[in-house]
Nanobody, 112 residues
Framework: QVQLVESGGGAVQAGGSLNLSCVAS????????VGWYRQAPGKERELVST???????DYTDSMKGRFTISRDNPKNTLYLQMNSLKPEDTAVYYC??????WGQGTQVTVSS
């Protein structure tokens, strides 16, 4: 059974930091590209960042320089370090893997 379990969300003030984690199970984590997406209230889900199975990293422009994605294959874990958070970063953040698996999401709320 495939599972992606996110954690690390919460409420912070603008300028603060959060580190999200996503623990995967039920598939070969190291063989898949993985990534983070987010969905704000009333908006469509959008890409935050991806990291391929070979380590290639991509970010949406608005996250570059503030967010850092990484993966630990032996731990089957994906991370997203988020710094300099802005109120517009408020959203539910989702972990995705292999282009088909999704976690349940973790809420990030940034107050001004």
């Amino acid at each position: 059974q495939v599972q992606l379990v996110e954690s690390g969300g919460g409420a912070v003030q603008a300028g603060g930091s959060l580190n999200l984690s996503c623990v995967a199970s039920g598939f070969i984590f190291s063989s898949c590209g993985v990534g983070w997406y987010r969905q704000a209230p009333g908006k469509e889900r959008e890409l935050v960042s991806t990291i391929s199975r070979l380590g290639r990293i991509d970010y949406t422009d608005s996250m570059k320089g503030r967010f850092t994605i990484s993966r630990d294959n032996p731990k089957n874990t994906l991370y997203l370090q988020m710094n300099s958070l802005k109120p517009e970063d408020t959203a539910v953040y989702y972990c995705a893997a292999c282009g088909i698996y999704w976690g349940q999401g973790t809420q990030v709320t940034v107050s001004s």
